[in-house]
């Protein structure tokens, strides 16, 4: 773990799936502003790029080949880029699809190299298929340094797999304050998961997507008095970082200043103060005595629906607009939930889902209050 641990030197990592983009198109990604972020990245010492396959519509991993392969000596950075491995059908398209990859970022070999969300029904797929062997395989060719999985599941999947595939030399997990103690994300759970199997984590959204950048009321009171000019983000970050069996915190990081921001508090990292730590302990739960819906996410209510409604995914979207105020994160996250399925305002207010909810919500007036609030 020493090794991996050195080998980042820095706990900052740049998150390349919300690159700037042009005239919003996501496809299009801003390779001037991208180029100017990098400069001022590898400047600063940080080295560590992640992106991956299905990024920006596929484009992250060429945008990288662009804007940072094509620009600076291979060993002026770490890249990690991962294995979508949804698309792989038979064994052979693994290769097809490395290569694809190390031809899209103009390298020869990734420094860090996951399969890409991990979860009880993908590992299996990925074990038929040969996947855990392909990676070893191109560790031991010399194409991956070192080989690793991104997750979404529970701690007990987390546990079988690390168990079964102790060539994994690190994990990278969702892990936030917000979450620590998360029934449905475990946080708290996967990251003491990971440390009794000695494996090193590097964490992806320690933001909650952008979520725990913006604060309203007393949560933001608590922070700002510790410190006015602190971003909201930077106790996220910190928070993560200061875990010790943690070697890597990811940021997406969309414009210059959030990278800015980023950089000043971790080019010399400090982990959170005793009293950051209670601060941060507090904003929870004055998080969680707001109104929210006390919907915890059983997903009984959504097979029956007629509309195809993802009920407790826009309780969620719902739940985030309450605690955070209604922001365009928040926006696009309700937007992110309805993506191909059912709207709140789309109910017809059969009532199927209501005979299902154990927590006996009143289902069809909550949706009401979301498509007021969202559509
Ligand atoms: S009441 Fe609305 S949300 Fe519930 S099952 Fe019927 S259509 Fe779906
Ligand atoms: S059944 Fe009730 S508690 Fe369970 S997910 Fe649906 S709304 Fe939430």
Known sequence: MNNLKESVSKKLGFGCMRLPVQDGDT?????????????????????????AYPYHNENSEKAIGRCLAARYERERFLLASKMPVWLVKEHSDYEK????????????????????????????ETEEKGGFAFVERMKAEGKIRHIGFSFHDTADVLDEILTK?????????????????????ESRKCYETAEKHGVPVIVMEPVKGGTLANMVGE???????????????SYAIRYAASLPNVMLVLSGMSNEQQLADNISYMKDFQPLSGQEQQAVMRVVEELEKLPTIPCTNCRYCVEGCPKKIRIPDIFGAYNMGVQFGVTDTARAGYKRQIDGSGKAGDCIRCGKCEEQCPQHLEIRKLLEKAAEVYE
């Open 219 to 233: 949560p933001a009171n608590i922070l700002k008095s510790l410190d006015e000019k602190a971003s909201y983000a």
């Open 97 to 124: 699809i490395f290569h694809a990859q190390l031809e899209r970022c103009q390298v020869a070999y990734f420094d860090f190299y996951l399969l890409h969300a991990m979860n009880r029904t993908r590992v299996k």
């Open 27 to 51: 496809s299009r990604i801003d390779d001037a502003a991208f180029c100017r972020m990098i400069d001022s990245f590898l400047g600063a010492g940080f080295r560590y790029f992640d992106t």
């Open 165 to 185: 595939h102790p060539e994994m030399e690190f994990v990278q997990l969702q892990i936030n304050y917000y979450d620590w103690e998360s029934e449905t994300v």
